[in-house]
C-alpha cells in the first residue's frame, strides 16, 4: 500500500508541498490540473511542470538537508466530458472528439510515468453537500448533507437559486458563469436511463481501456457521491450492484474502482468491508474516511477514527492489510481544524491536519495488521 495526500497545485492549495512531505509516511502526491475544463487535451509540457514540482527538491530544500521526495504517480481526477455520459454531443462537443481527448491525455499521463488516474461517472456535478462548515461537537467544523435540503430542490430552483447567489448547496466546479450549462444539461438529461448511461459507460471505457494498457496507467472510477440518484438524474457508480456492473463492462484489470468508502458508506445499505473485499483485485486506489448516518439520510462527514462515526474504518484498513493491498490509499475530507477555517483558509474538506491524522490512523492500522 502507498500513501497518498490529495494537492491542488502551487497557488491552488493551502497546504504546501513541504507540508505533505512532513506526515509520516506520505509518499505519493494525488494531483491534477485544476485549470483544465472536461474534454480538454492536457498538454505534455504542463504535465512535466506539474510532476517536476511535486517531485523535486530545490537547492533551497539541500540546504536544510532534506532528501525525502514524493512521486506523483497518481491523478485525481481527468474529468470524464458530459458528451461521453450522454452519449452525444452537447455543450459543443462530440462524445467521440472528447473521447479521443481522453485517450492523448492518458497516454501522454502513462508517458510521464502516472500508474492511475482516477474519474467519476456523475451527472452535471460532483459530490454536493449543503453545508461546508457545520458545527460538531468538539468545535470544528465539517462537511454536512441535510437530505432536508435536497428533497425541496427541483433542478429549476437549483438554477434560479445559482443565479441570484443564494440557495443551500454547493457543487463544485458550478460557478455562476456556467449557469447557461447547467440548464442545457438539465435538459440534455431529460429521458436517460441508467441502462443509457451504462451503454454509454461501455462505449466510453471499450474506447479508452487499450491505451490504459498500453500506458500502463490504470483507471479508477470514484463512486457517485452522495451514492444515489439526485433531481431525477441517472447515477451509476453507487451501490455494489452497480461497481460490479462497471466492472464488467469492460473486463480489463485497467478498469477499476478508485473506491471511495466515505462517498460510497453515504448509502446507509452500503456495506464497506464486504465491498473492499469483493473488487480487491480491482481496486487501483481507495479513499478511507468516516461519516456518520444521521436520521432521515443526512450525514455528517466526521474524524477517521471508526468510533467517530458509521463507517467501519478499521475493518477496511483490516481488509486490505490481509490482501497486501498493492494500490494507492489516502484519507479524504478532513474536519477543519485547530482555526484552519480563519488562519489557513482551506478548501472546504482538504485543510492540513485533519487529513494528517487520518494518515496516522489509516497507517496504524495497517501496521499492526501487517504485523
Ligand atoms: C471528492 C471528489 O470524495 C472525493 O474524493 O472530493 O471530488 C472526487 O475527487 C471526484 O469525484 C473524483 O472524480
Ligand atoms: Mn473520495
Not at 461519516?291 to 477496511?316: M, N, Q, W
Request: net charge negative; aromatic share 10%; proline share 4%.
Amino acid at each position: 500500500m502507498k500513501m497518498g495526500f490529495r494537492w491542488y497545485g502551487e497557488g491552488n492549495d493551502t497546504v504546501s508541498l513541504d507540508d505533505i512531505r512532513q506526515i509520516p509516511g506520505v509518499q505519493t502526491v494525488v494531483w491534477s490540473l485544476h485549470h483544465k475544463q472536461a474534454g480538454e487535451v492536457w498538454e505534455e509540457a504542463e504535465i512535466a511542470a506539474e510532476i517536476a514540482t511535486i517531485t523535486g527538491l530545490t537547492d533551497e530544500h539541500r540546504s536544510r538537508g532534506v532528501t525525502k521526495t514524493l512521486d506523483a504517480e497518481v491523478v485525481e481526477s481527468v474529468n470524464v466530458h458530459e458528451s461521453i455520459k450522454l452519449g452525444t454531443t452537447v455543450l459543443g462537443m462530440s462524445r467521440d472528439e472528447a473521447i479521443a481527448n481522453y485517450v492523448t491525455t492518458i497516454e501522454r499521463l502513462g508517458r510521464a510515468g502516472v500508474k492511475v488516474v482516477c474519474y467519476n461517472f456523475m451527472p452535471v456535478f460532483d459530490w454536493l453537500r449543503t453545508d461546508l462548515f457545520h458545527p460538531l461537537p468538539d468545535g470544528s467544523t465539517a462537511l454536512f448533507y441535510d437530505q432536508k435540503v435536497v428533497d425541496g430542490l427541483t433542478p429549476e430552483k437549483l438554477i434560479a437559486d445559482m443565479a441570484a447567489g443564494t440557495g443551500a448547496l454547493t457543487m463544485p466546479g458550478w460557478e455562476p458563469e456556467r449557469l447557461a450549462h447547467f440548464a442545457e444539461l438539465n435538459e440534455a438529461y431529460q429521458g436517460v436511463t441508467h441502462g443509457d448511461m451504462y451503454a454509454h459507460y461501455k462505449y466510453f471505457l471499450d474506447a479508452v481501456i487499450p491505451t490504459c494498457e498500453e500506458y500502463d496507467v490504470k483507471l479508477g472510477v470514484h463512486p457517485d457521491d452522495p451514492a444515489f440518484d439526485l433531481f431525477g438524474w441517472p447515477r451509476v457508480v453507487s451501490t455494489k450492484d452497480d461497481l460490479a456492473t462497471v466492472l464488467s463492462l469492460n473486463d480489463s484489470v485497467y478498469n477499476g474502482l478508485t473506491l471511495c468508502l466515505g462517498s460510497f458508506s453515504s448509502n446507509p445499505e452500503a456495506a464497506a468491508v464486504d465491498a473492499v473485499r469483493t473488487f480487491m483485485d480491482r481496486i487501483h486506489f481507495t479513499h478511507v474516511r468516516n461519516i456518520k448516518h444521521l436520521p432521515g439520510g443526512s450525514f455528517t462527514e466526521v474524524g477517521h477514527r471508526a468510533s467517530e462515526g458509521s463507517v467501519d474504518t478499521i475493518g477496511i484498513m483490516k481488509a486490505y492489510a490481509e490482501a497486501g493491498f498493492t494500490g494507492y490509499v489516502r484519507p479524504d475530507h478532513g474536519r477543519h481544524l485547530w482555526d484552519e477555517n480563519t488562519t489557513r483558509r482551506p478548501r472546504p474538506g482538504y485543510g492540513l491536519y485533519d487529513r494528517a491524522l487520518g494518515t496516522q490512523y489509516l497507517l496504524g492500522l495497517w501496521d499492526a495488521f501487517r504485523s
